[in-house]
């Protein structure tokens, strides 16, 4: 059983930041492909950022210059560095993994349970 467990949301002001951490645990094989995810209200789920196991990232425009994605193999996590936090920027943040838990298969996607972050005065 793979769990990918997130923290760090919270309300936070228009120009602040933030940092989220999702940390992977259970029986694992290895890890590729590490990424955020959000959704806003009424609003379908959307690709935020993500960072290959060669250490490669890519963001979506929108945040582009103001997240950073980073990830620590040995402890298996993966955060999310948000700076110059803006209204819209407010959703519930998923993180996501490809994770291995068999060397037999290729690997499957996992999803955290979501964390707020909402930004407003």
């Known amino acids: 059983q793979v769990q990918l467990v997130e923290s760090g949301g919270g309300l936070v002001q228009p120009g602040g930041s933030l940092s989220l951490s999702c940390i992977v645990s259970?029986?694992?094989?290895?890890?590729?492909?590490m990424g955020w995810y959000r959704q806003a209200p009424g609003k379908q789920r959307e690709y935020v950022a993500v960072?290959?196991?060669?250490?490669?990232?890519r963001y979506a425009d929108s945040v582009k210059s103001r997240f950073t994605i980073s990830r620590d193999n040995g402890k298996q996590t993966v955060c999310l560095q948000m700076s110059s936090l803006k209204p819209e920027d407010t959703a519930v943040y998923y993180c996501?993994?490809?994770?291995?838990?068999?060397?037999?298969?290729?690997?499957?996607?996992?999803w955290g349970q979501g964390t707020q972050v909402t930004v407003s005065s």
């Open positions: 259970g029986n694992i094989v290895s890890i590729s492909t």
């Open positions: 960072i290959y196991s060669s250490g490669i990232t």
């Open positions: 996501n993994a490809f994770v291995q838990v068999d060397s037999r298969y290729s690997a499957t996607a996992y």
